[in-house]
């Protein structure tokens, strides 16, 4: 029973989750070409806008003192940017990163709406891999008062993790699955290119929490179900399905598209899809100790 109170353990158990159905499942949403074919259907539902908590978030981060005017926030995998604007509208100076051009520009025209004219000048935003990036080079270690990983791809592994902590010298917010997912035509498309069913366990926000409280950490952590609908016409279905497909598969292309197409065609309703999202995310808040890396 000790072993489950030991870093390693826990690295480790992060590490065999890479030959399993569900680590190939996520490097599906590995590339920024997904996300790119992806960014137009986002923010467009109510419920999925309602299931971003974003008054909750608000008020776990002042609840652990890491919300205040002039603070210095980090935000890896931004995506439409909603919670960095939200942050620079409560003081926050926000430097926010993606990979995917497609997800900036949502960004970029959200904040470009009058209502968010106050927090321009207090967002930096930036194109680039968090997986590759140098944070010595750019100055980043123990640069912020808090560093969010919010259901990002960025953070996916113990390195990037690690390296998101580096940045923070204050403290550190992340969101992700926490428990299964249901993807009714992931699981189908999954079946008829992989030639399996669909093996999709929680991201890897489990074993970050797990590996905090081997290292002394305790989080305040928070669980919310959240379901809502995605609509989108065939065609953009297909790019990004066929985006995330060429990540996990070894079908050639031509045999991606035939077959995502087929599926698709076969379910639409007049030329358009219904992408059905429903599950539970875990968001977890702590303070950097002091001395202790942590």
């Known amino acids: 029973m000790t072993s489950i109170f030991n ?11 890479k030959s399993s159905d569900t680590y190939s499942v ?17 923010n467009q539902d109510e419920n999925e806008v309602k299931s971003r908590r974003q008054d909750k978030t608000l008020g776990l981060l002042e609840r652990n ?47 470009s709406m009058d209502e968010n004219e106050a927090a321009r000048d207090k967002i ?10 140098d944070i010595e080079q750019k100055n980043w270690k123990d640069r912020f008062d808090l560093v969010i990983a919010f259901m ?23 969101r992700g699955w926490a428990a299964k997912q249901t993807h009714p ?24 929490i797990n590996l905090l409280f081997s290292l002394g950490v305790f989080p305040e952590i928070s669980f919310d179900t959240v379901e809502w609908n995605q609509d989108t016409m065939v065609q953009e ?8 497909f ?4 070894d079908k050639p292309g031509k045999d991606l598209e035939r077959i995502i197409r087929s599926y698709l065609e076969s379910i639409c309703d007049g030329g358009r899809i219904i992408r059905k999202h429903k599950g539970l995310t875990a968001t977890a808040v702590w303070k950097k100790r002091s001395g202790s890396g942590m």
Not at 30 to 39: I, N, V
Not at 191 to 206: A, G, N, R, V, W
Not at 237 to 244: I, K, N, P, V, Y
Not at 246 to 249: D, T
């Open 7 to 17: 870093k390693e353990f826990w690295l480790s158990e992060w590490q065999k989750d």
């Open 124 to 133: 930096s935003i930036h194109q680039g891999d968090w997986h590759t990036l």
């Open 26 to 42: 996520h490097k599906g949403y590995s590339s920024a070409e997904y996300w790119d074919k992806a960014a137009g259907s986002y």
């Open 65 to 111: 003192n890491l919300l205040f005017e002039g603070m210095e926030v980090l935000d890896i995998g931004c995506g439409t940017g909603m919670l960095s604007i939200a942050l620079a509208h409560r003081g926050a100076n926000v430097t926010a990163i993606d990979f995917s051009k497609g997800m900036l520009d949502q960004f970029r025209h959200l904040l």
């Open 246 to 249: 060429k990540k996990v598969s």
């Open 185 to 208: 035509i992931l699981a189908a498309l999954w079946e008829k290119i992989m030639d399996t069913q669909l093996e999709d366990k929680p991201q890897s926000i489990l074993f970050k």
């Open 152 to 174: 990002s791809p960025g953070v996916a592994t113990p390195d990037s993790f690690f390296k998101m902590i580096n940045c923070s010298k204050n403290g550190c917010a992340i």
């Open 237 to 244: 279905e297909l790019d990004r399905q066929r985006a995330f």
